[in-house]
T-cell receptor, first 111, second 111 residues
Framework: NAGVTQTPKFRILKIGQSMTLQCTQDMNHNYMYWYRQDPGMGLKLIYYSVGAGITDKGEVPNGYNVSRSTTEDFPLRLELAAPSQTSVYFC??????????FGSGTRLTVV | GQQLNQSPQSMFIQEGEDVSMNCTSSSIFNTWLWYKQDPGEGPVLLIALYKAGELTSNGRLTAQFGITRKDSFLNISASIPSDVGIYFCAGRGNRDDKIIFGKGTRLHILP
């Protein structure tokens, strides 16, 4: 099994550009999550989903959007990139609301 | 909101030493989790704890769910070079569909 796959692994964006971070899992997990990790700050929850068609805000949702049209996919959208969104983004999935499996991350730099 | 305080922020130890780190919360949790993150990778689940007072081992790692349900600790015995990384605690409340993370403990092993 591939587990949780994130693409791209690295990206540089200019201020004001938009992009979508892709996340796919092949474990048929209902729960999916997006976190951002800043140095020394741990993991902050951006958005999460408890099943297809259901999404909810986490701690730091401003500047981001998500959708969950299928069980497998949970893309994260940045509409107007800002330097404050420079971070490492992790997607995770789980069959229950704990015990996550994480992807390997997307390192995003906004310049 | 719920917060997790994880300490220490970083540790420098000699190979072979034992390690102890802990996590405290401002509110009661029903699940405590410990993750390890290697450089360039997503966090990986080490130990999950589901009951107050529970003590669980995974090889050289031992973790306990505090009886107050507001704290947990992780011990690593006889550290080896591959133990280097960032260790995160995480917790989930009773009705939550998500977990929150501590800021991590960065473990360094001196040659």
């Amino acid at each position: 099994n591939a587990g949780v796959t994130q693409t791209p692994k690295f990206r540089i964006l200019k201020i004001g550009q938009s992009m979508t971070l892709q996340c796919t899992q092949d474990m048929n997990h209902n729960y999916m999550y997006w976190y951002r990790q800043d140095p020394g700050m741990g993991l902050k929850l951006i958005y999460y989903s408890v099943g297809a068609g259901i999404t909810d805000k986490g701690e730091v949702p401003n500047g981001y959007n998500v959708s969950r049209s299928t069980t497998e996919d949970f893309p994260l959208r940045l509409e107007l990139a800002a330097p404050s969104q420079t971070s490492v983004y992790f997607c995770a999935s789980s069959p229950r609301p704990y015990g996550y499996t994480f992807g390997s991350g997307t390192r995003l730099t906004v310049v | 909101g719920q917060q997790l305080n994880q300490s220490p922020q970083s540790m420098f130890i000699q190979e072979g030493e034992d390690v102890s780190m802990n996590c405290t919360s401002s509110s009661i949790f029903n699940t405590w989790l410990w993750y390890k993150q290697d450089p360039g990778e997503g966090p990986v689940l080490l130990i999950a704890l589901y009951k107050a007072g529970e003590l669980t081992s995974n090889g050289r790692l031992t973790a306990q769910f505090g009886i107050t349900r507001k704290d947990s600790f992780l011990n690593i015995s006889a550290s080896i070079p591959s133990d280097v990384g960032i260790y995160f605690c995480a917790g989930r409340g009773n009705r939550d569909d998500k977990i929150i993370f501590g800021k991590g403990t960065r473990l360094h092993i001196l040659p």
